[in-house]
């Protein structure tokens, strides 16, 4: 089931610069979609969503952008810091679909000071 | 600020054994959920729940699998006959309403079934 997909495993950037992760989709009837951040032996944090309607959300540091004729989304991370590094999961629903997430594998996210 | 919380954080457990993993949503939230993470594998969705019922269920969520809200505050997973392959990281997860709605998750139970 490769619905939600993150090609990237991990990625690295230093410190104060821009972090960009990457989601591809191929359900078109997802319509929400979320970012997670997730540290060793807890569970997933919210970090920022956004709906099918909308192109940008932004909340801070973390920005979201959703191209829906690509199904494809992204998070800037910016300036990223080094509690930045995690493993970011991307997760979309469906309307109607109970409040289900489908998740991608995650990227895991390194900040070098 | 209000969080999910999981108990235990670590279940060791013999295959065929039943084990119950234990939830406390937050508390104004109405749905509640049900997630597994494999060692080196994606979160995947298992269950939801509302208004005393499940909404949805996965293909993974068969019969040796149930869940209950017992009372106003706990939300529980049974697993009634464990196997090897239940090895995982379990989280709970509550959202305040359905649609377009976050989903908060807890910290886990890693279960180990030997």
């Known amino acids: 089931d490769q619905q939600v997909k993150q090609n990237s495993p991990s990625l690295s950037v230093q410190e104060g610069r821009i972090s960009i992760l990457n989601c591809d989709y191929t359900?078109?009837?997802?319509?929400?979609f979320l970012w997670y951040k997730k540290y060793p032996a807890e569970g997933p944090t919210f970090l920022i969503s956004?709906?099918?309607?909308?192109d940008k959300n932004e909340d801070g540091r973390f920005t979201v952008f959703l191209n829906k004729s690509a199904k494809h989304l992204s998070l800037h991370i910016v300036p990223s810091q080094p509690g930045d590094s995690a493993v970011y999961f991307c997760?979309?629903?469906?309307?109607?679909?109970?409040?289900?997430?489908?998740f991608g594998q995650g990227t895991r996210l390194t900040i070098n000071p | 600020e209000p969080e999910v919380t999981q108990t235990p954080s670590h279940q060791v457990t013999q295959m065929g054994q039943e084990v119950i993993l234990r939830c406390v949503p937050i508390?104004?939230?109405?749905?509640f959920y049900w997630y597994r993470q494999i060692l080196g594998q994606k979160v995947e969705f298992l269950v939801s729940?509302?208004?005393?019922?499940?909404?949805?269920k996965s293909e993974i969520f068969d019969d040796q699998f149930s869940v209950e809200r017992p009372d106003g505050s706990n939300f529980t997973l049974k697993i009634r006959s464990t196997k090897l392959e239940d090895s995982a990281m379990y989280f709970c997860?509550?959202?305040?309403?359905?649609?377009?709605?976050?989903?908060?998750f807890g910290p886990g139970t890693r279960l180990t079934v030997l």
């Open positions: 956004i709906s099918s309607i909308k």
């Open positions: 359900n078109s009837m997802f319509d929400y």
């Open positions: 997860a509550s959202s305040r309403t359905g649609d377009y709605n976050e989903q908060f």
């Open positions: 508390s104004n939230h109405l749905y």
């Open positions: 729940f509302y208004n005393n019922e499940i909404s949805e």
């Open positions: 997760a979309a629903s469906a309307i109607g679909g109970a409040q289900k997430l489908v």
